[in-house]
């Protein structure tokens, strides 16, 4: 009876701990800051307003991929730095990538007006972790998905 009692305890203390990641919702995404510090290597700030129904503070821990324009790898990016998402609020959090740009002749038959380039032009793919605030930790993947679609998967 005790290990009956015992297996039913850790099934509730498991199931309360959850973090509901399925609850974590991003509603916009947007480039605050981009510092160059050449021609084919800049570092970017993100902004994102993340409403995060989950039981826990999250923070986005790891994250490296590549942005791709025409199947073809545009620039490769990794995560500097990010800001905790606090559990049960809606809230705007920063993130850092350094990015390095691969195909520097692309860039050009694009134009150097960033805010003209149509976000439906590239695909994604990226991994990452992203810890809760007890330490534990869920990994990430996405291969080939179109990055205006990238904030709905979340």
């Not at 973090?19 to 919702?25: A, I, K, L, S």
């Not at 991929?65 to 500097?80: E, H, P, T």
Request: glycine share 6%.
């Amino acid at each position: 009876m005790k290990k009956i009692g015992l297996l039913i305890l850790l099934i509730t203390i498991s199931l309360t701990s959850c973090n509901r990641y399925g609850d974590v919702e991003i509603l916009s995404v947007k480039i605050t800051d981009v510092k160059i510090h050449s021609t084919s290597r800049a570092e970017v700030q993100l902004e994102y307003i993340v409403k995060n129904g989950s039981l826990r503070d999250l923070t986005l821990t790891s994250g490296d991929g590549f942005l791709m324009k025409d199947r073809v790898n545009f620039a490769q990016f990794r995560l500097v730095e990010s800001e905790k998402i606090l559990s049960g609020v809606t809230s705007a959090s920063k993130a850092r990538f350094n990015v390095e740009l691969l195909d520097p002749l692309s860039l050009f038959s694009m134009g150097l007006n960033i805010s003209s380039w149509k976000m439906s032009d590239f695909e994604i793919n990226a991994r990452g972790e992203i810890s809760n605030d007890r330490g534990r930790k869920r990994a990430f993947k996405f291969k080939n998905m179109p990055l205006e679609k990238l904030i709905n998967k979340f």
